[in-house]
């Protein structure tokens, strides 16, 4: 009586390529022999690649591991929680928090202009007092795994967009950091702060940058930035901030 062992490789391949990424690794591998060696064959991966539309032309002639690419684009989403000020501060760390602190505005608010992206409502603005805000990111809860961050350690992505007021002056700062799982600092992002000066053209701007071949052991990424205005006025006028996000490319240094 036939029985799915079987079957020919490629049909093996077609029907692998379709269950779950889970089930595949922590039950599949396990049935047999000959199921662990398929499920393990580049061909089940780029397979699945292709159905969930994962496979790019770019990636085709570079990919080295297939597996690791899968998971990589399924796992690839904005590590930043809360980017767009649609849920308030939540998620947000703010400090330090000073002259008339953080707030929230809908864009393009005053002497200001529209963000790029239609999807894009809100800012967080400073004051005329060093504002700052951070996030603290676990990679492990976000499901990158530590063997991979050693071995493979994907390209990891940041951008962030910032603009002043029309009328008024402001300075503004970033800064990322990997971090140790004792958070120790392994790499940094940190360029020199901008400093836009009264009567700009009030036009948001990206600041973006890819960390590439970082020491093995990143198991935290820490985002920070904010700045204040330079007219030093009470209020509101200091550098609008939205749309950061930092994500890891299926791109891999190695």
Known sequence: MANIGDLPEDVLVELFSMVPARELICNCRLVCVLWRDVVNLATVWKRKCQREGFNHEKWDKTVQDWKIFYFLCSLKKNLLKNPCAEESFQSWNLNPNEGDE???????????????????????????????????????????????????RPDITVKDWYAARFDCGCRYELSVQLLSADYIVLNEFRPEPVVIEQWSDAEWREIAYTFHNYKAGVRHILFKHGGQDTQYWAGWYGCRVTNSSITIEPGMSR
């Open 102 to 152: 953080w707030k929230i505005e809908d864009l393009p608010g005053q002497h200001g202009r529209d963000f790029l992206s239609p999807h894009v409502h809100k800012y967080f603005v400073t004051s005329y007092g060093q504002c700052l805000k951070s996030q603290l990111i676990n990679l492990k809860k976000e499901g990158y795994w530590d063997q991979l961050m050693d071995e493979i």
